[in-house]
């Protein structure tokens, strides 16, 4: 297990001892194999194991989904990709590895001896703080936060460190997104629990209307 993997599964386990539940749902990220390939060549070698479109009139790109890992691609001449739909980096990983085994033959020319470049662009993760949400509380409380319930029913909340956004629900639903580690996921909604804890935002059963009336008669 490398360094990374372990922290992620220390950070994972402090999830489990406050109640937080969190569930990565796509990763999307850029890859340059650093290569020229030959579309034509190439939808024809992968049709074997995935599904293809390739329809140069509409879109310049190859569109592969893969089953396993369950992935998407859009693969250019240029060597460079985007990947979406995986659920870890791990996965992205091993899709690189499969499309660029299996787009051997179809290569034109390769750019030296490089490997392929994977940059991770976004994560977006779904989860539960574990406790119901005061909403109104966080917006007066929390820096860059925005809550306009009548055109949106969540918090959005825009964290500095680790560089993120998230929805934020009433029910202690949570979305994260804008991440680039998988790590950052994770250090994000504990951060963020910690910061509802600290201005008392994280309630029971109590109306936002009465501890709105209670923060403005205390202070």
């Not at 994972?12 to 890859?31: F, G, H, M, P, Y």
């Not at 893969?66 to 992935?71: S, Y």
């Not at 935002?201 to 403005?216: H, I, K, N, T």
Request: contains cysteine.
């Amino acid at each position: 297990m490398s360094k990374s993997d372990s922290d992620i599964e220390e950070l994972k386990a402090k999830l489990d001892e406050v109640d937080i539940t969190v569930q990565i749902q796509n990763v999307v990220a850029s890859v340059d194999l650093h290569v020229k390939i030959k579309l034509e060549a190439a939808a024809l070698l992968l049709s074997t194991r995935a599904e293809v479109s390739y329809i140069p009139e509409q879109f310049p790109g190859l569109v592969v989904k893969l089953t396993e890992p369950n992935t998407s691609a859009l693969i250019f001449s240029s060597g460079k990709m985007v990947i979406t739909g995986a659920k870890s980096a791990e996965s992205i990983r091993e899709t690189v590895e499969i499309l660029s085994r299996e787009l051997e033959a179809a290569i034109t020319r390769k750019k030296g001896n490089k490997e392929p470049e994977i940059t991770i662009q976004n994560i977006v993760a779904s989860g539960n703080l574990g406790s119901k949400i005061n909403l109104e509380i966080a917006a007066l409380l929390l820096d860059n936060s925005m809550y306009e319930p009548e055109q949106f029913p969540g918090l959005i909340y825009r964290l500095d460190n680790p560089k993120t956004v998230l929805l934020l629900f009433q029910s202690g639903n949570t979305v994260c997104t804008g991440a680039k580690k998988e790590e950052y996921v994770y250090q994000a909604v504990m951060t963020v629990k910690e910061q509802l804890e600290e201005i008392d935002a994280l309630v029971e059963d109590q109306p936002g209307e009465e501890r709105v009336m209670e923060f403005y008669l205390e202070g």
